[in-house]
């Protein structure tokens, strides 16, 4: 089955996949925002001035600022405002970015044997015993569980080999991991004891099996 997608969080109003650019972006209107006071300022520093125009224009600039106070107050608030905006978009991407890191360094684990099929259940406990026949009768047992998923799907022919052939693989995406498996069962079944079996071949074979019961969503 393939992994869910997680749901994609818009976290500010400039959204943008890598939250650097959100900070890149803000660090540029701060850096023009400098550049236009330091332009400003820079009228009021040129050398060529005559002191008393200098003055008059200080003057000038000082009886401006106290009639429009107020609106520096408000602009100084607006920007602060932004400021504080962009560190709150900042962190709470980060926070994302580490919550989704920590979800791949440390994925969830596995259900418990309460959520688990049953038969699944018994297979996989087969598989990690250290007697031989164990193994066997977990693919055997799979075999099974994989005989009822073909029965269902009332495809004609009497063995699993017949009904397999009469498969559409469009309905049936991991057929090729099914005859792998049944194979191996039948080499299992006729051949017994001389058939070798060793643990990390079982669990291969179970995995193509756990494939195709993903798929029907048996597990």
Same mark, same amino acid.
């Given at each position: 089955?393939?992994?869910?997608?997680?749901?994609?969080?818009?976290?500010?109003?400039?959204?943008?996949?890598?939250?650097?650019?959100?900070? &890149? %972006?803000? /660090?540029? +209107?701060?850096?023009?925002?400098?550049?236009? !006071?330091? @332009? $400003?300022?820079?009228?009021?520093?040129?050398?060529?001035?005559?002191?008393?125009?200098?003055?008059?224009?200080?003057?000038?600039?000082?009886?401006?600022?106290?009639?429009?106070?107020? &609106? %520096?107050? /408000?602009? +100084?608030?607006?920007?602060?405002?932004?400021? !504080?905006? @962009? $560190?709150?978009?900042?962190?709470?991407?980060?926070?994302?970015?580490?919550?989704?890191?920590?979800?791949?360094?440390?994925?969830?684990?596995?259900?418990?044997?309460?959520?688990?099929?049953?038969?699944?259940?018994?297979?996989?406990?087969?598989?990690?015993?250290?007697?031989?026949?164990?193994?066997?009768?977990?693919?055997?047992?799979?075999?099974?569980?994989?005989?009822?998923?073909?029965?269902?799907?009332?495809?004609?022919?009497?063995?699993?080999?017949?009904?397999?052939?009469?498969?559409?693989?469009?309905?049936?995406?991991?057929?090729?991991?099914?005859?792998?498996?049944?194979?191996?069962?039948?080499?299992?079944?006729?051949?017994?004891?001389?058939?070798?079996?060793?643990?990390?071949?079982?669990?291969?074979?179970?995995?193509?099996?756990?494939?195709?019961?993903?798929?029907?969503?048996?597990?």
């Amino acid at each position: 089955m393939p992994p869910k997608k997680e749901p994609e969080v818009k976290v500010s109003f400039f959204a943008h996949p890598d939250p650097f650019v959100e900070i &890149i %972006f803000i /660090i540029f +209107s701060i850096l023009v925002a400098i550049y236009l !006071i330091n @332009g $400003i300022i820079s009228l009021f520093t040129v050398e060529s001035l005559s002191s008393v125009w200098l003055t008059n224009i200080m003057w000038r600039v000082i009886d401006f600022f106290i009639l429009y106070f107020w &609106i %520096f107050q /408000i602009l +100084s608030m607006v920007i602060s405002a932004t400021c !504080i905006l @962009g $560190i709150v978009v900042f962190l709470r991407k980060l926070w994302f970015m580490r919550a989704n890191a920590h979800k791949l360094l440390y994925p969830q684990a596995l259900p418990t044997t309460m959520d688990v099929n049953p038969e699944w259940q018994r297979i996989l406990d087969h598989i990690e015993s250290t007697n031989e026949n164990d193994w066997r009768q977990a693919i055997m047992e799979a075999d099974i569980m994989l005989s009822g998923i073909l029965d269902k799907m009332n495809l004609p022919g009497e063995t699993i080999g017949d009904k397999l052939k009469a498969v559409d693989r469009s309905d049936f995406r991991t057929i090729q991991n099914a005859w792998e498996a049944h194979k191996i069962r039948n080499q299992v079944a006729h051949e017994g004891a001389g058939f070798i079996l060793i643990q990390r071949e079982v669990r291969r074979v179970i995995g193509l099996y756990r494939s195709i019961f993903e798929e029907f969503k048996l597990i």
